[in-house]
């Protein structure tokens, strides 16, 4: 198996090239990154994708309508749209600050959705 992907951990964007390795430790044998980074992330993307989800949510009695959220960690990319499916149906209401759960343990994922800022 081989693969061609963009990596996306720093604003660099190296072209990586992921080759099957059975006798790599990892299991795959990973060419043109400039850091580290880019083989955890191409492997990683390969057999386990995730992400980290930033959105808003409802906030009511703030000067605002939306308050800026994220994801505490990452989630299976699978899970994406049944994360935002329960983010899109939640409502808080102020005084809210930054790193405040939101969501706990959104989709039973083990992460938390936090607040990214004061209302």
């Known amino acids: 198996m081989k693969r061609d992907l963009v990596c996306i951990v720093c604003p660099r964007g190296c072209r990586l090239t992921l ?14 990154n400039i850091c580290k980074r880019g083989v955890d992330y191409a492997i990683k993307e390969v057999t386990n994708p995730t992400r980290v989800i930033t959105t808003t949510v409802v906030i009511e ?21 049944e994360c935002m499916e ?29 607040s990214s800022k004061t209302m």
């Open 19 to 32: 080759v099957e390795d059975k006798e790599n430790e990892k299991g795959y044998a990973v060419e043109g």
């Open 61 to 81: 009695n703030a000067l605002l309508n939306r308050l800026p959220v994220k994801t505490l960690g990452e989630v299976p990319k699978g899970k994406i749209f």
């Open 86 to 114: 329960e983010i899109n149906n939640a409502r808080v209401s102020a005084p809210i600050k930054v790193g405040d759960v939101i969501i706990k343990d959104i989709c039973n994922t083990g992460v938390d959705i936090v």
